[in-house]
């Protein structure tokens, strides 16, 4: 007599076991080449503090005495009010907007900002503009809530500017918000002034607010970040912002929100993001104490970093550009740059493409179309490490496509 015994599997819900996350997903082949003892050059994950950048020491240094001092306790769920005095300093330093410390709601990061958004903006079937392509949270986020990512694309030969006319085309009665990220993950893009008007323009023709994701704002090279935040008459327009790109402080998971709503249409959703950020109680106390150091301190401390950034930039784009079925714009901000696979017929997909780069040239790079419609045939590369690094990672890679292609 057999005794199986049937274990019933408990089933998890189909919102999360939906989620896709590309850029981690590359990881797990590349784990299995590492421990065959190959090595790999990592140029996948944006995070700068895991190369040679790091939060500035009074940043630090305030931390640190902060968790001395005692303030290690449960805080308001908006925040801290000198932080928040602090947020809304920065942000009319930055952007010459009109806001008061009660249009401002402390985060754990931009993340937990956009979690607030979607989940007190979209009812199941709304949909949500998103740039294409565009960084992975947004459609798995917008998706987890049961609406429907509508990406609007980028004009790749224009530097990435994001295409008004597919935006107008995208658009409709069920359109809940418009997101802008800029400067762009993954493309690099910087959105010029006369386009963040014309999405203005556009939200406000259906009534919608714009979500504006700035947590590249200060990273730019030749041109200067407008936020949308600045332009607007009437159009609401949900800010986002925090330490992990221009602090240089990803791991202390610290952000924050703001809604400049001349015309306080967002009163409800402001209110259904005030009961979200009470069921989670409060940010990271004692980060918030850094987060002070940090907006109100000396930012002389991003000039070297930027100028080590360009470096990089410069580098990359030229080499890129020199190897044969390759081609890439050159990034305006962020530390991305999302080349196009001209030459396609050795690769069934961008994919392939990526896992070929992998095991053949030893380079890990996220495939274009894990960052969803518009990404297809090109590949994400960040240019974080230092010039040596990226030129090994480009002379494997020029051997390679040459090898490909001869
Ligand atoms: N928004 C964009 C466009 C990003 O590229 C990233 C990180 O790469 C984030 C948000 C995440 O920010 P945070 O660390 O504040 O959650």
Known sequence: ESSLLVIE??????????????????????????????KIIKLNIGDPVKFDFQPPKHMKEAYCRAIMEGH??????????????????????????????????????????????????????DEVLIPGPSYPPYVALVKFYDGVPKAYLGIEEEGWQPDIDDMRKKISEKTKAIAVINPNNP?????????LKEILDLAGEYDIPVISDEIYDLMTYEGKH????????????????????????TGWRLGYMYFVDPEDKLAEVREAIGKLARVRLCPNTPAQKAA?????????????????????????????????GLSAQKPEGAFYIFPRIEERSKWKSDKEFVLDVLRNAHILVV???????GGEWH???????????????????????KERLS
């Open 292 to 324: 002070i150091a940090g907006l109100t301190g000396p930012m002389d401390y991003l000039e070297g970093y930027m100028k080590k950034l360009k470096e990089r930039r410069d580098y990359i784009y030229k080499r890129l550009n020199e190897i044969p």
């Open 367 to 373: 495939h274009g179309s894990g960052f969803g419609e």
């Open 9 to 38: 599997m408990i089933h998890a819900s189909k919102r999360a076991m939906g989620i896709e996350y590309a850029i981690r997903d590359v990881v797990l082949p590349a784990r299995e080449l590492e421990k065959q003892g190959i």
């Open 226 to 249: 407008v936020s949308p935040g600045s332009l607007t008459k009437d159009v609401p327009v949900i800010v986002m912002n925090g330490l992990s790109k221009v602090y240089f402080a």
């Open 379 to 401: 590949f994400r590369a960040v240019f974080l490490p230092p010039v040596e690094i990226l030129e090994q990672a480009m002379d494997n890679l020029e051997k390679f496509m």
């Open 72 to 125: 290690n306790y449960y805080g308001e769920s908006e925040g801290d009010i000198e932080l928040r005095k602090a947020i809304v300093e920065r942000e009319k330093k930055k952007n010459g907007v009109d806001i008061t410390v009660d249009d401002v709601m402390v985060t754990a990061a931009v993340t937990e900002a956009l979690q607030f958004v979607f989940g007190a903006l979209v009812e199941p079937g």
């Open 187 to 195: 493309t690099g893009a910087l959105y010029d002034k006369k386009t």
